[in-house]
């Protein structure tokens, strides 16, 4: 069974920093373009940042640079690191897989495999 498995949300204060974890299992996720979403309460699922197989990467104009992502393919692992964290940042954070390799889309529809999310939330 394919599973993405998210971990390393919860309570940070505002300018704080948290890394979230995608762990891949059931199959490798090497080949695959990879991305962070998030949705806050009331609101669409909006795009975080994406890195396709080669880790190339874009993050979204809300998060570019300070959050930061990453893949361990050896680990079947994606990452997410978030530096200066804001209250609008509070939100429920999703890792998804496309299953194409480079094909870049901002589109939660486009994507084939879930995780669960994990809750961040920033006080401010």
């Known amino acids: 069974q394919v599973q993405l498995v998210e971990s390393g949300g919860g309570l940070v204060q505002a300018g704080g920093s948290l890394r979230l974890s995608c762990a891949a299992t059931?199959?490798?996720?090497?080949?695959?373009?990879m991305a962070w979403f998030r949705q806050a309460p009331g609101k669409e699922r909006e795009f975080v940042a994406l890195?396709?197989?080669?880790?190339?990467?874009i993050h979204a104009d809300s998060v570019q640079g300070r959050f930061t992502i990453s893949r361990d393919n050896a680990k079947n692992t994606v990452y997410l690191q978030m530096n200066s964290l804001k209250a609008a940042d509070t939100a429920v954070y999703y890792c998804?897989?496309?299953?194409?390799?480079?094909?870049?889309?901002?589109?939660?529809?486009?994507?084939?495999?879930w995780g669960q999310g994990t809750q961040v939330t920033v006080s401010s």
């Open positions: 998804a897989a496309r299953k194409t390799s480079y094909t870049i889309s901002y589109s939660p529809k486009q994507y084939a495999y």
């Open positions: 059931g199959r490798t996720f090497s080949g695959n373009l």
């Open positions: 890195i396709n197989r080669s880790g190339d990467t």
